[in-house]
């Protein structure tokens, strides 16, 4: 049983940085994807950045260069680091895995979910 467990969130202004972190149970390194989700307030979740075995991460082209997606060696915890946070970032981010090898950026394609940590950020 795959268990994932985000924290970090919180209230941040225009400009600053945040680290989430989600300690994933049930897990292994040969899930083809792991990464970090978002859905705000009125709108579809949507992906933010994955890790994907044997292949470069990616990013939503809304947060690359800003963040940085990365996993600890022994792969239990994945972070995300958020610097230079806008308004339009605000959301609840969630961890997500897979085992379905088509992944990526894709909502549909995930089958664990967190419950999500909440970011806020001021303007």
């Known amino acids: 049983q795959v268990q994932l467990v985000e924290s970090g969130g919180g209230s941040v202004q225009s400009g600053g940085s945040l680290r989430l972190s989600c300690v994933a149970s049930?897990?292994?390194?040969?899930?083809?994807?792991i990464g970090w989700f978002r859905q705000a307030q009125g709108k579809e979740r949507e992906g933010v950045a994955v890790i994907r075995r044997g292949r470069p991460a990616i990013y939503a082209d809304s947060v690359n260069g800003r963040f940085t997606i990365s996993q600890d060696n022994a792969k239990t915890i994945l972070y995300l680091q958020m610097n230079d946070l806008r308004p339009e970032d605000a959301a609840m981010y969630f961890c997500?895995?897979?085992?379905?090898?088509?992944?990526?950026?894709?909502?549909?394609?995930?089958?664990?979910w967190g419950q999500g940590t909440q970011v806020t950020v001021n303007s």
């Open positions: 997500a895995t897979t085992r379905n090898f088509f992944c990526g950026l894709v909502v549909d394609l995930y089958n664990y």
């Open positions: 049930g897990y292994t390194s040969t899930y083809p994807c």
